[in-house]
């Protein structure tokens, strides 16, 4: 009995973790959204193409870039996508393709992101080189979506 009711219970958390993060909508990958900055030319210094995790259908480029400015900035590519609703889908910066929310010196949070499409997220200046992995992350169910070697 206990371990019928320890089941349910545990299929019931599974359940609610990966509905969490599940796309409430349909969103257009060609509807571009205002990500709040203005970088018309920029250069590539690191990237990869992101690898889909936790049954989601994550897509899409990571780039570390410098715009002309000598700014540093975290890119999602246009075609970038993932499952979106509660606004707590993140993009980080790892030293792994894991992310290890329990020592803080692994990774950098870059920002939310709730909308596909292309993104250029600012950074303080350049990324330490430990960073090598770019991660979107789902906040509420506490789940990957996807991830990247930076090369």
Known sequence: MKTTIKNFLLAAVAVLAFSACDESEDVNPNQLPDTGAD????DV???GEL??????????M????RDDAGDYFVRLTEDFTTKF????????LSNSSSLNLDQAS???????VNEAGEHFFELAG????EFTHGI?????????????LLE
């Open 106 to 112: 692994s990774f950098q949070l870059v920002s939310v």
């Open 85 to 92: 609703s509660t606004g707590t889908v993140t993009v980080y």
């Open 51 to 60: 690898t889909a995790q936790s049954s989601t259908n994550t897509r899409g």
């Open 62 to 65: 990571v780039q570390i870039v």
């Open 39 to 42: 970088v018309a030319n920029f």
């Open 45 to 47: 210094l690191r990237g």
């Open 136 to 148: 979107i992350w789902c906040g509420a169910a506490a789940i990957p979506f996807g991830f990247t």
């Open 126 to 129: 350049e990324p330490d080189s």
